[in-house]
């Protein structure tokens, strides 16, 4: 009686090219980001390289930016794993369109363009959880060292220690079956899959673009209230009635017309002024004694 198996022979080679796009499910997460990298402007990035084509040709900025942005999120922060993840992990190859970078490169971008990533993984991380992919949180670490035990009967043997990852791993499936059932756990939502999703993400952007916008006025109110409260007194933003010019009764002919609010202190100066030097005038014309 033969066995019914499915063939594997490594030695064969692929008679056509291989597409990268039949390598994952079409709503495996790294389909996700390399769209949502492919929306996001990532011009503060190109900037920093030499225009005029001189010099050794650079990794392509989008691409690195994804590889850095897809790493973060399935946990790896090492350059050295994402270098081996690249050449190993089919979802880095695909994101990485088969291209190896080293962990130097890998190193030398994150530390060249450290601010525009940090702005960049923040609309990330905001565009995500607008998405409902994560929950946004606080998680503290307490570092504190304590004294315990270290007892013989803490050991453990070869065989009992491969039988507790044994079970654990029994406990995790378990776990995961009856939370799952038959899904990967890794599925994007429907709405972020097919070919609507270029769309999806767009609305998406916008809505936090809406939302800072809001925030941004509503801060500024805030702030306009607050000095209102200090000052006690009700700023006024292009809504302030214009000042009429007023001339004042009672003025002397050719006098300048003046503001109101200040006219009554600058015309009686220039009364008591052109009368002081009428009587000036008229005193020097007097024959002396």
Not at 158 to 173: M, N, P, S
């Amino acid at each position: 009686m033969a066995y019914n198996f499915v063939a594997g022979d490594r030695d064969q080679l692929l008679l056509m090219p291989p597409s990268l796009a039949e390598w994952l499910p079409a709503d495996h997460l790294a389909w996700f980001v390399l769209d949502v990298v492919g929306e996001l402007d990532v011009s503060a990035f190109v900037a920093a390289y030499r225009s005029d084509g001189r010099g050794g040709a650079a990794y392509e900025p989008s691409m690195m930016v994804a590889v850095l942005v897809y790493a973060y999120c399935v946990g790896e922060r090492s350059s050295r794993v994402i270098e081996r993840r690249c050449r190993e992990d089919v979802a880095f190859r695909v994101i990485a369109a088969n291209q190896l970078p080293d962990h130097a490169t890998i190193a030398r971008f994150r530390a060249t363009h450290q601010d525009a990533l940090a702005e960049l993984f923040g609309q990330i991380l905001r565009l995500c959880a607008r998405a409902g992919l994560v929950k946004a949180g606080l998680v503290a670490v307490d570092g504190t060292r304590m004294e315990a035990n270290a007892s013989r009967a803490a050991n453990r043997s070869a065989e009992q220690l491969a039988k507790e990852i044994l079970d654990d791993a029994a406990t995790v499936d378990a776990e995961e079956d009856a939370r799952l059932g038959t899904a990967r756990g890794d599925e994007l939502p429907a709405e972020l899959t097919g070919s609507g999703r270029r769309v999806r993400i767009r609305a998406l952007l916008d809505e936090l673009e809406a939302d800072a916008t809001k925030r941004s006025y509503e801060a500024q109110l805030a702030r306009r209230a607050e000095i209102e409260a200090a000052t006690g007194r009700r700023r006024q933003d292009g809504n302030r009635s214009p000042m009429r010019n007023t001339v004042v009764p009672g003025s002397w002919p050719m006098s300048p017309i003046l503001t109101v609010g200040s006219c009554a202190c600058t015309v009686v100066s220039c009364r008591v002024t052109t009368r002081k030097r009428s009587r000036r005038s008229i005193r020097s014309s007097w024959p002396r004694k």
